[in-house]
């Protein structure tokens, strides 16, 4: 599969966990239910790469590529801690996609920090999501 299909899956799938995690934060702790998502997530990703036969020594590499996947792992855990009270909180038709900034602020990055690109495909597209956030903030 392309890497389309794949973020069109991912999409979907965002999509799932918004409208299921609002359902799920109705009566419990935001925390406690990201820490349920959370041991769920890796219990399915452990049987993903035990079905793929995918389990490998971790070797190699280079401290700043482990010291990037640390910290992004804790910037994953502190955006969804930080999602899903916003989710406890508001309306998930607009947590959502005020949480999809998030696409804004990569494009941002990429072509500042990473070096890709800078298209004016990409700046409008990333102008209309800021937009489109800016106006459900108001």
């Not at 419990?28 to 239910?33: E, R, V, Y």
């Not at 820490?35 to 036969?53: P, Q, Y």
Request: charged letters at 5%; glycine letters at 12%; proline letters at 3%.
């Amino acid at each position: 599969m392309s890497w389309q299909g794949f973020a069109i899956l991912s999409a979907v799938f965002a999509a799932l966990t918004a409208i299921l995690g609002k359902l799920g934060v109705a009566h419990l702790n935001s925390n406690m239910a990201t820490l349920i998502r959370t041991g769920v997530i890796l219990l399915v990703t452990a049987a993903i790469i035990s079905l793929r036969a995918e389990w490998q020594r971790p070797s190699g590499g280079n401290w700043v590529g482990w010291t990037c996947l640390i910290a992004s792992g804790v910037a994953t855990g502190l955006s969804w801690l930080c999602y899903f009270r916003a989710l406890q909180l508001g309306p998930v038709s607009l947590v959502a996609p005020v949480d999809k900034l998030s696409v804004a602020l990569v494009m941002l990055a990429g072509w500042l920090v990473l070096g890709e690109p800078f298209t004016l495909k990409g700046a409008l597209g990333g102008g209309l999501i800021v937009l489109g956030s800016l106006i459900l903030l108001l």
